[in-house]
């Protein structure tokens, strides 16, 4: 099977400035042509629709790179298992897909873009079928949380424990999805702040977002005992990705979560890293997790933490996290991971660069020209 990567991506460039209407159309023909798989998604479509352009847009820029493609496809297998997608919905999907970018490409669609992109879809396809049924072997689509405990840390920041139904096998610095009973098939991602613990609990950051509809579930409307639905683990912000002894850690708000998750996991390596972590919040009200952190402190002792408020007027110095790494004068000479919003991230990323900070010693979960999104 060969694809035609030119052709592809010349076809792409005819629609993806209506990639937003392809979007659309592709979902109003697949609930048309095929209602049967309208059960699968959620009540509203608006996120789903950027997911779609935002998985195609990482298929596009991927062609060439099989491995990469290949594990992006595998994990978007995976995770589509919660869904209840089945092998017979590929052929639906990718019909529809084909028939959208036809229809919004302004009359400037060729038969052999059709060719050029059905070649590639059955190939996906067959990837993804293939690394869904390995999965189906050893792992659920979803697992059932109990929760354990529920802290409401600040008036829009709770902390929550779950217990997973069955054993939960993830990494440090990995995210998962999160569904709640009060919005079924919404799932939102969120960063698990913990390592692997013998108990098998997850801890989980929640932010209150306004008009999240799970945010606002898991924050106001959650208690422990309730239950809620996890997707299987992603991500790669592991440890693995350093090369370095020193480490520096650069937290936006919850974007502290997978980072604490790798300072415990660190703690109890005979070599562990020295860390600096700096973790930025608006107001000094907003630090949620101050005493996990000193104990962090005195379990890991080559562990500095150092708090950044940007936003309140009584607080001197005025800094974010990346403001204070230069503040105090640490010299990220190691591997630094970064986390926290899309905007926290990118403009981190270009400061560490100007700072002379190689390019492959910086880590975050997407580079700033991948789709914006980190967990929160």
Request: glycine residues 6%.
């Amino acid at each position: 099977m060969t694809i035609n990567i030119g052709l592809i991506r010349h076809s792409w460039l005819l629609v993806a400035p209506a990639a937003e209407k392809v979007s659309m159309h592709f979902y109003g023909k697949l609930f048309s042509d095929y209602p049967q798989v309208r059960d699968l998604f959620p009540p509203a479509m608006d996120l789903q629709r950027d997911r779609l352009l935002k998985a195609l847009t990482q298929v596009v820029l991927n062609l060439e790179n099989g491995d990469a493609l290949g594990d992006y496809l595998g994990q978007l297998a995976r995770d589509h298992r919660k869904y209840g997608v089945r092998p017979e919905h590929y052929p639906a999907v990718g019909r529809c897909l084909v028939a959208a970018m036809r229809a919004n490409a302004g009359g400037a669609w060729l038969p052999v873009y059709d060719e050029a992109w059905t070649t590639a879809y059955n190939y996906i396809a067959e990837v993804m079928i293939q690394a869904a049924e390995e999965d189906a072997a050893h792992a659920p689509p979803s697992w059932t949380g109990t929760v354990v405990s529920h802290e409401v840390r600040t008036p829009d920041i709770a902390v929550i424990s779950v217990e997973p139904d069955q054993p939960y096998p993830f990494r440090a610095g990995q995210y998962t999805t999160l569904q709640s009973a009060h919005w079924p098939r919404v799932w939102r991602p969120y960063s698990i702040a913990n390592a692997p613990r013998h108990d098998n609990r997850l801890s989980f950051h929640v932010r209150a977002v306004p008009g999240g509809w799970v945010s606002t579930a898991l924050m106001r409307h959650t208690r422990p005992g309730d239950s809620i639905l996890l997707g299987p683990p992603r991500g790669s912000l592991v440890l693995e990705r350093a090369r370095t002894s020193h480490l520096v850690f650069l937290a936006g708000g919850t974007g502290l979560a997978p980072l604490k998750a790798l300072v415990e996991e660190s703690a109890w390596m005979a070599d562990r890293p020295s860390i600096d972590l700096f973790h930025g919040v608006r107001r000094s009200a907003d630090a949620y997790d101050t005493y996990d952190l000193r104990r962090l402190r005195s379990q890991h002792k080559r562990l500095r933490v150092i708090q950044a408020v940007s936003e309140e007027p009584a607080h001197w110095p005025q800094h974010t996290a990346v403001d204070a790494l230069e503040y105090h004068r640490v010299v990220p000479d190691g591997d630094v991971f970064v986390c926290g919003s899309p905007e926290m991230v990118r403009e981190t990323i270009v400061r560490l660069l100007a700072m002379g900070v190689r390019s492959d010693r910086v880590h975050t979960e997407f580079t700033p020209d991948s789709p914006s999104f980190v967990p929160s």
